[in-house]
C-alpha cells in the first residue's frame, strides 16, 4: 500500500471518528435537552403545587375569619335584640310599679288587701306570735283590720289567734321626688316568726316580682312571640 492509500484511509478514518463524535454529541445533546425539559417541568409542577397550596391555605383562612366575622355580628346582633327585649319587659315592670302607687290611694279596697294578705302571711308562717312590719302612713289601717284577720285566720286553720306585735321600725315610704334612688315600699306588709329565722315578705313590690318572674315566659312570648329561657 502506497502513501496515497494510507493517507485515505487515514482521512475515511478520521471522517468516521467525527461523524461517530458528532452524532455521539447530538445524542448527548438531545438526552441532556430532555432531561433538562424534564427537570424543568418537574420544577415547574412543584412550584405550581406550592402555589396552588399557598392559595388554598390563604383561602381557607379568609373564609374562617368570614366565618368568625359574621359569628360575631350575629352575636352582636342577638345581643342587641335581647337587650332591646329586655329594655321592653323592663319598662313593662316599671309601669307596673308606678301603678302598684295607686293602689294604696283606694283607702277601702287597700285595707281589704292589707287583710288578706296579713292572713295569707299568716298561714305561711303558722306561728303562735309573730312581728308585723308596714309603712308608717299604713298603720292606722293595718291596725284597724288586725282583729278580723286573726279571726279569720283562727277560723280557716281551727287554732287560737296569733299574738301579733307591729313593729316600730316601719317599711320604707312610697318612692317620691324627694327620695327618687333610695329603698321604697309601694304597700303590704312584712311577717316575721318571733325569733326572725321565718319571714314572709308581702308587700306590693315583692308580690309583683314574684308574678313578674312566674309570668316572665308567658309575657315574653306574648311580646315577641317566643319563650325565652
Not at 375569619?65 to 327585649?85: D, G, P, T
Not at 309603712?135 to 296569733?162: C, G, Q, T
Request: with cysteine.
Amino acid at each position: 500500500m502506497n502513501d496515497a492509500d494510507v493517507s485515505k484511509q487515514i482521512q475515511q478514518m478520521v471522517r468516521f471518528i467525527r461523524q461517530e463524535a458528532e452524532e455521539k454529541a447530538n445524542e448527548i445533546s438531545v438526552s441532556a435537552e430532555e432531561e433538562f425539559n424534564i427537570e424543568k417541568l418537574q420544577l415547574v409542577e412543584v412550584e405550581k403545587k406550592k402555589i396552588r397550596q399557598e392559595y388554598e391555605k390563604k383561602e381557607k383562612q379568609v373564609e374562617v375569619r368570614k366565618k368568625i366575622e359574621y359569628s360575631m355580628q350575629l352575636n352582636a346582633s342577638r345581643i342587641k335584640v335581647l337587650q332591646a327585649q329586655d329594655d321592653v319587659v323592663n319598662s313593662m315592670k316599671e309601669a307596673a310599679s308606678k301603678e302598684l302607687l295607686n293602689v294604696s290611694h283606694h283607702h277601702h279596697v287597700y285595707k281589704r288587701l292589707l287583710k288578706d294578705l296579713i292572713v295569707q302571711s299568716l298561714i305561711r308562717l303558722k306561728e303562735p306570735t309573730v312581728l308585723l312590719r308596714c309603712r308608717k302612713d299604713d298603720i292606722y289601717l293595718v291596725e284597724s283590720v288586725l282583729d278580723s284577720a286573726k279571726e279569720e285566720y283562727s277560723e280557716k286553720l281551727n287554732v287560737h289567734a296569733p299574738e301579733i306585735t307591729v313593729d316600730s321600725v316601719y317599711l320604707p315610704p312610697a318612692p317620691s321626688h324627694y327620695n327618687a334612688h333610695g329603698p321604697f315600699c309601694s304597700g303590704g306588709v312584712v311577717l316575721a316568726s318571733r325569733d326572725g329565722k321565718i319571714v314572709c315578705e308581702n308587700t306590693l313590690d315583692a308580690r309583683l316580682d314574684v308574678v313578674f318572674r312566674k309570668k316572665l315566659p308567658e309575657i315574653r312570648k306574648w311580646l315577641f312571640g317566643q319563650v325565652a329561657a
